[in-house]
Structure formats: structure tokens, C-alpha cells
């Protein structure tokens, strides 16, 4: 594969019942880097997630994941090629171990055993819990599990939304640590509400505001446009 | 201790329920002589064992899914006709081996279609009109050739031919006499194997016609390899099919002359797997398209559940009948009533003597030993599965959240499918499991069904050991009144003692759930809203 966007998100529009939501989200994600999608509260960000695994199926234009238009298939399919989604409610099983919440992940047979020593590693807490009910983990536990739980397959991207959110700072510190070591071998495309958490690890952004991507480019070009930041992002 | 506390304060409700329930069992134990109660006891654990293999999978399937599946009764009854049939009149079942199997390795085929299809160009408007055609020329072609295929069947019009008559039969064992075998209608017998095989395929290539429109061929199966797996299955099952045609005869007699309790095991597995596949197949086809529609779903059940009433009595006939007990089950003559289980198994005996208090209780073995067994085997196997595999894992974390577990790359609509056909197939296993016990009729569904709600209701609607629960608690219920109304109950300044009638016994179930659920809205096991 020699095309240089792992991702490529063009034009799409997602109804949700009677609500046209998204209204032409465009978004390029380039093989091994991490990209945030930036915007205000209810600007269509989660659902742009949602929309490329298909858990909200675009009605119009084109997703393209490593080189194969995607758009129209089922989402346990597009999830097979290599998407980990790490959903904003974390999704944490209540009723599944620790250890069962990561092996419901496999996708083959040993993805677990040669995942372990990483996961462990980025979050030594978790091997502590292993054998808890998730309904028995904290807010922060279960966000280190349900990022843990889209390590264990292969996957070539990851979805994060909002993963510092309601998280305590110590814990986002680890989380933001977690994530650049995994940049390392995987791509990101991150949805996050603290821009100075967004503006740290990603290297590119993509704007939303109404359902539209607005705006795009390097991060260190909006690190010193304060006017963007404040038009779309609110006070910086 | 402190967590103990606040679990016992919090459950306070829950256990005082259960507490009233006890000092009850007590109250209706100690109005009775000791060989009373324990037989009592005893059927009532084997009516709730049934009650509990219909609501077993009614639990799992709303808990899952959210689905209501009112035809679970008449499913639970096709179970015990299909079993029936299959102990009586193997010869049918041997019969129906060659159309099934090739039937189904026509509508298998479906992933060979694409391959070929990928080669083919053909005009818009011959894209979009060809695979309805298929479609409806393949139903035409296998209804054409499955009404003369050959079937050697019981006639429920004619009662000298009736499933009455064949029980009589059966029990005189004089069924491999009258058996006729039957012969194809008009066409010959490879033109008609033939069609079989070609009416699935012309439906399945016309699904596959529709899916490669619609673009809803999967993106991460490779298309390059040929489908192995297909085609073994396919080869197979037109070997079973060919292999049936031609051993018909060798295959019937052979069962006939099989020890009769494996018959009976034949049956279960036959009641079992077809349940399982029936399940399957109305999952796929009426409720698939109806997960967002509550109401439609209920109305869809419930038509489905009189659907398959009509069925069943354009088959079997209006009238119940009875099914005979396995041989293990049956035996009257020499040393029985027995006076233990292995003077049983030795004997073989439909009764054992046991002497309890100072009286002697006599238990019918097949009805208050083995029912309330296979509901304790069945209770185990699913809580095993739901705890220790991988598809109950995946069940548990579906309970909660559906979505999440597609985004894992888990394809939840056929897990959905094995999960309703899992729950419909237990449904079954009660069926034939209690056709022996109680006779085949058309409403023992619904009689069934009632009793299976109200579990649920007690117990807990989606929690599985709230499905047990409730089910023994009914199955209690509905005993000790019954027994009641043979012995009456004494009660103080009342000369004659109080006498339930036979309307109680449904009743008494219903005040049971209303009583419940004014206690307890969530049920006995169930977690609060």
C-alpha cells in the first residue's frame, strides 16, 4: 500500500432519523500519525466516529480504509479490517470480568496472550483488577480498560472519543502517555474536547462545527492561531 | 460484615418475598400426610422443569435481543409433535431425510453464486429483474416436487389411519407390519432428486443475485479463495440426501428394530435440532427486519404462534393423542413396581414404590424422576454456556450493549440467530421431553405459555436464574393446588375441609404474578430498573 492516508473520509452526510447530522465531513487520516477532530459539544464529532464503522451509516459520499471503500458494509465487517473503537461511554461490559472484557476483543485465537505484556505495561492497573466485574471499576479504570480493549486485535486504527474526559489530571497524564506510545504503530484519529490535551498529541486536526468539517491542517499551525481556536473551539 | 449488612438491607424486600414463600411450602408440607407432599413436591419440580425450558430461552431472547416471542408455546408443541412422530412412525422421518437434505444443499450453495456471478455482465434492468424470477421459480419447482416426493405418512382424516390408531400400534408393536412404503407421484426419481437440489439453488442464486446489488458483499473476505467450506457442506448433505433415497428401506427397518429407547433418544435430538432450525430460520426471516418494532414483533409472535397451531392440526389432526414412554420407562410385569432405582433400571419399571414415613409413595418414574432431571441437566448446560464460552460471553456484553459488541468486529445479527434458534430449540427439548408424560394436544402451548410468562414475571424478565426460580415456584403452585383439591384443606371453625376446583390451579399462578409484582415490580431475581 503505497497511499499515504491510511483513512480517507470524503464528503460524507449521516441522517439521524428525521436529522440530517452530518452535513459533508470531510477528514483525511495519514498512515501513522494522530489526527483530532476538534468542535463544540453536539457539532457531529461522535457521530463521524460512529458514521466510518458504519454504527451510523452515512447515506451519502465515500470512506475509504487502507485502500478499500468501506461505506455500505456492515460494522463487525469494517471493525475486522483493523478499527478499534474506544466509544465515549467507554462501553465497559458491567457484566464481564476484567480479563473477559479484553478476551471478548480477539479476534483470532492468542491476540490476547501477545497483547498482554503491552496493555500491562501501558496500564499496570488493570493486571491488579483482572478478575473484577467491569460495573466494579472506577470512571478511570474503565476507560483504561476499554482503550486496552481495542489493543488486543491488530488493529491499524484507532477511534478515541473522549478519552480524557471526566478523568481526573494524574490519570489523564497516564491515558495521554498510553496513547502517544501507541502512535508508534498504530494511526489515531481522536475526538477530544481539551484542546490542550488534543494539541499535545495530535499532529494534525480536523475542525467540525454544524455537521461540517470547516476547517483542517497542521497542529502547530493552530497552536499559534488563537483567532481559529476562539472562532470554533470557544476560549482556548 | 458491613457489606453484608448493606447487601442484606438493600435485598430486604427480596428476602422477606422469599422468606413468606418458604413459611408457605411449610404451611402446604404440613397440611399433607409425608408421601403427599413429596410426590407433590416432586410434580411440581417436574411441571416447573418444563415451565423452565420454555422460559429459558423466552429469557435469554428478550434479554438479548428485546424480542417477546410469544410463538416460544407453539414452538415448545411442534417439539413434542415432531418427536412424537419421529418415535412413532420412523419410517416418515427416513422419508423425509432425502427431500431436507437436498433442499438444503441447494439453498447453501449461496456463497458458490458470487464467484460465478463476479464473471457475469449483464444489462441493468435483467440485474434487477432476474433474481426475483429465481427466486419464485425455484419456491414453484420445490413445491412442484416436494408434493410428490415420496412420504409415507399417518392420515389424521381417517381414523384407522390416525395418530391415535399408530399409538395403538406402536404400543401392540405392530407397526413394521402395517407400514407401506411410499413411492414418487408421477415423475421419476431423478428428475424429481434433481429438482430438489436445482429448486434451492434457483433461490439461493437469486439471494445472491440480490445481495451483489444491494453491494452487501463482505469487505473483509477474501474473494480470491474458493469456498471449501461451502462445498464440502454441500457435498454432503447431497450425500446424506442421495444416501437416504437409497438405503430408505434398510435405514426404516433398521429403526424399527432398534431398542426403542434409542429411538426415543433419536427423537429428542430430531425435536431438539429441528426446533433449533425452525428457530433459526424465523429469526432470519420475520423478526430480523422488525428489532426496532416492539409492537409488530408482539403481533408477529403471536400470528406466527396460531400459524404453527393450524399447522400442527392440518398434520396431526384436531384430536390429542397420546406418546409412549421409552421401554426404560414402561415396564408393568415382574419385580415392579420397584423399590429403588436399581430395581428400576434393572426391571425397567413406569413405577417405583418407596416408603416414606411409614406410608408408600408411588412415583412414576419417566414423570417426577426423569422431567425434573433433564430441566436440572438443561439448567446447568446453559448456565455453562452463558458462563464459560466464548458465544456466552458474547451474550452477556449483547445484553448490555449490542453496538459495542458489532464494533469489535463481533457480527451480533448471527449471533442473534444462534441465540433464538438456541432458545427455541430448549423450548422443543420441553416439548418431547413432556409428551410422554402429559399427551400431545394443540393447546398445550398455550397452556405452557401462560405458565412460562408468569415465571418470568416471579423470577425476574431477563434474569436466567429468575427463569428457574419461577418456573419451580410455579410448578409448586399449580401441584399443591391440585393436591389440594383431592384432600381439601382443613381450616379452623369450617366443618367440611376447603375443597380448590379445578379453575384454581390456572388462577391461583395469575394471583401468584399479581401478588409479586405489587411486592416486587422487578421480580424476585431481577435487577431494579
Redo the contacts between chains.
Keep these: 500500500m503505497d497511499n499515504e492516508y491510511l483513512l480517507e473520509v470524503s464528503d460524507i452526510h449521516t441522517y439521524i432519523g428525521q436529522f440530517h447530522i452530518l452535513q459533508g465531513v470531510t477528514v483525511r487520516v495519514p498512515m501513522g500519525h494522530i489526527v483530532a477532530l476538534l468542535g463544540r459539544n453536539g457539532a457531529g464529532k461522535t457521530i463521524t466516529l460512529k458514521s466510518i464503522l458504519g454504527l451510523t451509516p452515512p447515506r451519502r459520499g465515500r470512506i475509504v480504509f487502507d485502500g478499500r471503500e468501506i461505506h455500505g458494509n456492515r460494522s463487525f465487517d469494517i471493525a475486522s479490517m483493523g478499527i478499534g473503537f474506544v466509544p465515549e461511554n467507554r462501553a465497559v461490559f458491567r457484566d464481564l470480568s476484567v480479563l473477559e472484557n479484553l478476551r471478548i476483543a480477539e479476534r483470532s485465537k492468542g491476540d490476547l496472550a501477545r497483547k498482554e505484556e503491552l496493555i500491562f505495561t501501558l496500564f499496570p492497573d488493570l493486571k491488579r483488577l483482572i478478575k473484577l466485574p467491569g460495573a466494579n471499576l472506577s470512571g478511570g479504570q474503565q476507560q483504561m480498560l476499554a482503550v486496552a480493549r481495542a489493543l488486543v486485535p491488530d488493529n491499524k486504527l484507532l477511534l478515541i472519543d473522549e478519552p480524557s474526559e471526566g478523568l481526573a489530571p494524574v490519570l489523564i497524564e497516564q491515558m495521554m502517555e498510553a496513547i502517544r506510545h501507541l502512535s508508534a504503530e498504530t494511526t489515531v484519529l481522536l475526538v477530544e474536547q481539551n484542546f490542550v490535551v488534543a494539541s499535545q498529541l495530535a499532529s494534525s486536526y480536523v475542525i467540525i462545527e454544524e455537521g461540517q468539517s470547516v476547517d483542517s491542517g497542521e497542529m502547530a499551525d493552530l497552536i499559534n492561531d488563537p483567532a481559529t481556536i476562539h472562532r470554533y473551539l470557544g476560549a482556548a | 460484615m458491613n457489606d453484608f449488612m448493606v447487601s442484606l438491607r438493600r435485598n430486604r424486600t427480596r428476602i422477606i418475598t422469599l422468606a413468606v414463600f418458604v413459611v408457605l411450602f411449610l404451611m402446604a408440607v404440613g397440611g399433607m400426610s409425608t408421601k403427599d407432599w413429596v410426590i407433590t413436591t416432586l410434580r411440581g419440580f417436574s411441571t416447573g422443569a418444563v415451565i423452565f425450558l420454555v422460559a429459558a430461552g423466552f429469557s435469554i431472547v428478550l434479554g438479548l435481543m428485546g424480542v417477546l416471542n410469544l410463538a416460544q408455546g407453539t414452538l415448545y408443541m411442534i417439539g413434542a409433535y415432531v418427536g412424537w412422530s419421529v418415535f412413532v412412525r420412523p419410517d416418515t422421518m427416513v422419508d423425509l431425510i432425502t427431500p431436507l437434505a437436498l433442499i438444503a444443499a441447494g439453498l447453501l450453495a449461496q456463497p458458490l453464486w458470487g464467484r460465478l456471478l463476479d464473471r457475469l455482465v449483464l444489462p441493468h434492468k435483467v440485474a434487477r429483474i432476474w433474481p426475483w424470477v429465481a427466486v419464485i421459480l425455484g419456491i414453484a419447482l420445490l413445491v412442484f416436487t416436494t408434493a410428490r416426493a415420496p412420504l409415507a405418512m399417518w392420515d389424521p382424516e381417517a381414523y384407522s389411519d390416525s395418530p391415535i390408531v399408530w399409538v395403538q400400534m406402536f404400543e401392540a408393536g405392530q407397526i413394521s407390519a402395517r407400514i407401506q412404503p411410499a413411492e414418487w407421484d408421477g415423475i421419476p426419481p431423478l428428475v424429481g432428486l434433481v429438482a430438489l437440489v436445482a429448486g434451492g439453488a434457483m433461490i439461493s442464486a437469486g439471494q445472491a443475485g440480490h445481495a451483489r446489488r444491494h ?2 458483499a ?3 473476505a477474501d474473494r480470491k479463495r474458493l469456498p471449501w467450506r461451502t462445498i464440502v457442506i454441500v457435498l454432503a448433505l447431497i450425500t446424506i440426501g442421495l444416501g437416504a433415497h437409497l438405503g430408505n428401506d434398510s435405514l426404516t427397518a433398521f429403526l424399527l428394530n432398534i431398542n426403542r429407547n434409542w429411538l426415543f433418544l433419536i427423537a429428542i435430538v430430531a425435536a431438539t435440532l429441528t426446533g433449533g432450525g425452525l428457530g433459526a430460520l424465523m429469526e432470519a426471516t420475520l423478526i430480523r427486519p422488525l428489532y426496532e418494532r416492539h409492537t409488530y414483533q408482539i403481533m408477529l409472535t403471536i400470528g406466527v404462534s396460531f400459524v404453527g397451531i393450524e399447522l400442527v392440526r392440518a398434520l396431526w389432526g384436531r384430536q390429542g393423542f397420546t406418546m409412549p414412554r421409552p421401554p426404560l420407562f414402561a415396564g408393568t410385569g415382574e419385580g415392579c413396581p420397584a423399590t429403588s432405582l436399581v430395581g428400576w433400571l434393572q426391571h425397567q419399571c413406569s413405577t417405583m414404590e418407596l416408603t416414606i414415613g411409614g406410608e408408600v409413595a408411588r412415583i412414576r418414574t419417566y414423570n417426577e424422576l426423569v422431567v425434573p432431571l433433564v430441566g436440572l441437566f438443561v439448567l446447568v448446560a446453559v448456565w455453562l454456556l452463558i458462563h464459560r464460552t ?1 458465544l456466552g ?2 451474550i ?2 449483547g ?3 449490542s ?11 448471527q449471533v442473534f440467530t444462534l441465540v433464538f434458534g438456541l432458545g427455541v430449540m430448549i423450548a422443543a427439548l420441553g416439548g418431547i421431553i413432556s409428551g410422554p408424560s402429559t399427551g400431545l394436544s394443540t393447546q398445550m402451548g398455550e397452556t405452557l405459555l401462560l405458565g412460562a410468562l408468569v415465571a418470568l414475571a416471579v423470577g425476574g424478565l431477563t434474569s436466567y436464574p429468575g427463569a428457574a426460580l419461577g418456573a419451580v415456584i410455579v410448578g409448586l403452585v399449580q401441584q399443591f393446588v391440585i393436591k389440594y383439591g383431592q384432600i381439601g384443606i382443613k381450616i379452623p371453625f369450617l366443618e367440611e375441609p376447603l375443597k380448590p376446583t379445578p379453575p384454581l390451579v390456572p388462577a391461583s399462578v395469575i394471583i401468584l404474578m399479581i401478588i409479586i409484582l405489587v411486592v416486587m415490580p422487578q421480580g424476585l431475581l431481577g435487577k431494579k430498573e
Design positions: 453491494g452487501v463482505s469487505v473483509s466464548r460471553m458474547i452477556r456484553a445484553v448490555q450493549d453496538e459495542m459488541v458489532e464494533a469489535l468486529g463481533i457480527n451480533v445479527r
